[in-house]
């Protein structure tokens, strides 16, 4: 079974080798779109060289068309500058892999195209609940333990299959209630 490698964050750094600037010049001269497309990918590179985005967004990104954004994405798919991989039924939300000999975060022995993570781009037009954004309800918080502080249990816990912990297995934590003792440590 293979193991992921761990995650680490590798700041606002992307590496390019030179070759891969002077196919990019060309790239300007046959695709200014697919130029911008490149950059704006770059920019937003994650640790597996990808970027999830709606050609949408892109398009609004580097103010282009649409139209112009799709025939862009066919010459840099078909010059290998990226992989797409289609999300969902429609063509128009993908994943960009872009091609590590071109652009990379991280090692490029950790870069994988058929399993990736990717930082992933949603404009407000995208969303259906767009006139809400900002005015939503707050999610519901789990209780979290800052440094110092301990966990104390409270109240009956929830309804099974939630149930009591094991004669001999329950868990150490720190007593709700003091209880006097003779002084010898018993609690």
Do not use: C
């Amino acid at each position: 079974m293979e193991i992921l490698p761990d995650t680490k964050p590798h700041g606002s750094w992307v590496q390019t080798e030179r070759a891969a600037h002077e196919a990019w010049m060309n790239l300007i001269a046959k695709s200014p779109v697919g130029a911008q497309i490149m950059h704006a990918l770059t920019a937003r590179l994650g640790e597996h060289n990808a970027v999830v985005i709606s050609q949408v967004a892109l398009a609004r990104i580097i103010g282009r068309s649409e139209r112009a954004v799709r025939t862009a994405i066919g010459i840099l798919k078909e010059d290998s500058w990226i992989e797409v991989r289609q999300l969902g039924h429609s063509a128009t939300v993908n994943a960009y892999v872009v091609n590590d000999r071109v652009a990379w975060t991280g090692k490029r022995d950790g870069i994988r195209h058929s399993l990736f993570s990717a930082t992933v781009i949603v404009s407000d037009e995208e969303q259906p609940d767009r006139d809400s954004l900002g005015h939503q309800a707050a999610l519901r918080r789990l209780p979290a333990l800052y440094p110092g502080e301990q966990q104390l249990p409270s109240g009956d816990g929830l309804p099974p299959p939630s149930s009591p912990a094991l004669p001999g297995f329950e868990p150490d934590l720190p007593a709700t209630q003091i209880v006097q003792g003779d002084g010898q440590g018993d609690a």
